[in-house]
Structures are given as structure tokens and as C-alpha cells.
């Protein structure tokens, strides 16, 4: 069975330009994640997807966005971007809502702001 | 508030031994789950183990083990017989109890583990 695939994983925009990301979960898998990791914040949750509906949103701007597809495959958008955006984006889905469900992660995409 | 904190921001272990990595967390829901990740220089987050507050047992995983200590509030991840791929950094994570069964996990600030050969 295929991993969590993200696209694109390298990704090199200036200052006040937008971003979409895009992320394919697992198959069968309906809930998306999306998490930002950088080297002074660590890793911080910034929405989850589940059936097209955001149910979790973490502390970040309006800046960022996103939106889960009929098939469960997840953008996350950022608009206006700053300096600070600068990081890994970690895309990870899983499959039932029980506590026990293990979260899978996909390699990420490494934006560089300039 | 939920937090999970990892305190060796660094670690060495010989090739071949043993090794502890630190996680204590916080919760005040008697229902919860602890996930250790790990992260090689690549960047994808690795599931390596999961236990849950009511398992009776630690969990293990191949070389993976958690030394689950309910009343300390701590979730060691021991890794035996290291090998030098073992080299990453590794996170401890609690998913976040919610209403609406929505999926947050929030991580620690992770240990970087070097295996020397």
C-alpha cells in the first residue's frame, strides 16, 4: 500500500507570494493533518480534514488554508508569504477517529521564503 | 493543557548497546495515547510505537520498547542492540483529547540521537 505522498517536496518562493501544497493520504484514509516544523517552534499542528470538513484548526494566521477533496486528498494554502514561513510541512493521514489510530506522515515539502 | 517534554536535546550510544530516550508528558484526561517518531535527516516522521494509558503492558516493536510508567507520567522509548541507521532525531507525541474525535497530536522538542560505529 502506497505511503502519504506530498507534493512538491522542494519549493523556493519570495516574500509576499502564495504556496499550494498538496498531500494524498494513504488509501482508505480520510482524516489529513497538516503540521509545520521549523527549528525555533518546533512541530506545530495547523488544521486537520476529515470527509472535507476542517475539524481542528491550530494557532496560525488566516494566511494559511486549506481544504480536503472528495477522494480525501488535502491542499494547504498560504498566501502573503513572510520570511518566518520558512519550514517543513508535514502531511499525515489516518484512517478511523478511535485514539488508538496511528497518524503516518509523509516526507514533507521543504519551503524556503526569500 | 496537554505537553509532552523530551529533555536530552542530544544523545551518543555505541553501536550494538542500548539506549534511553526521555519522555514525560501532562494530561489531566485519564484516556490518552503516546506515539514515538522517528525523523531521519530526510525529514518524514517514522511511526515507531504506540501505547495507550489503559494497556496493561509496554509496548514493543522489533527493537522498540516503551517503559511506560503511568503514575510518573513518563513513556521512555528504549532501543536495543543500536545500529548506526538508528541515527535521527526522535519525537515523543500525545494525541490531544477532543469532542469531535478530531486527529492533533502535539510532539515534544525531540532528541537527536548519534549511534557511533
Known amino acids: 500500500k502506497a505511503g502519504v505522498t506530498q507534493t512538491p517536496r522542494y519549493l523556493i518562493k519570495t516574500r509576499g507570494q502564495q504556496v499550494t501544497l498538496s498531500c494524498s493520504p494513504i488509501s482508505g484514509h480520510r482524516s489529513v493533518s497538516w503540521y509545520q516544523q521549523t527549528p525555533g517552534q518546533g512541530l506545530q499542528f495547523l488544521f486537520e480534514y476529515f470527509s472535507e470538513t476542517q475539524r481542528n484548526k491550530g494557532n496560525f494566521p488566516g494566511r494559511f488554508s486549506g481544504r480536503q477533496f472528495s477522494n480525501s486528498r488535502s491542499e494547504m494554502n498560504v498566501s502573503t508569504l513572510e520570511l518566518g514561513d520558512s519550514a517543513l510541512y508535514l502531511c499525515?493521514?489516518?484512517?478511523?477517529?478511535?485514539?488508538?489510530?496511528?497518524?503516518?506522515f509523509g516526507p514533507g515539502t521543504r519551503l524556503l521564503v526569500l | 493543557a496537554q505537553k509532552i517534554t523530551q529533555t536530552q536535546p542530544g544523545m551518543f550510544v555505541q553501536e550494538k548497546e542500548a539506549v534511553t530516550l526521555d519522555c514525560t508528558y501532562d494530561t489531566s484526561d485519564p484516556s490518552y495515547g503516546l506515539f514515538w517518531y522517528k525523523q531521519p535527516s530526510s525529514g518524514e516522521m517514522i511511526f515507531l510505537i504506540y501505547?495507550?494509558?489503559?494497556?496493561?503492558q509496554n509496548a514493543t516493536e522489533g527493537r522498540y520498547s516503551l517503559n511506560f510508567q503511568k503514575a510518573r507520567k513518563s513513556a521512555n522509548l528504549v532501543i536495543s542492540a543500536s545500529q548506526l541507521g538508528d541515527s535521527a532525531m526522535y519525537f515523543c507525541?500525545?494525541?490531544?483529547?477532543?469532542?469531535?474525535?478530531?486527529?492533533?497530536?502535539?510532539f515534544g522538542s525531540g532528541t537527536r540521537l548519534l549511534v557511533r560505529p
Open positions: 501505547q495507550g494509558s489503559y494497556d496493561q
Open positions: 499525515a493521514s489516518s484512517l478511523w477517529f478511535q485514539k488508538q489510530e496511528t497518524q503516518y
Open positions: 507525541a500525545m494525541r490531544e483529547p477532543s469532542m469531535d474525535s478530531s486527529y492533533k497530536l502535539i
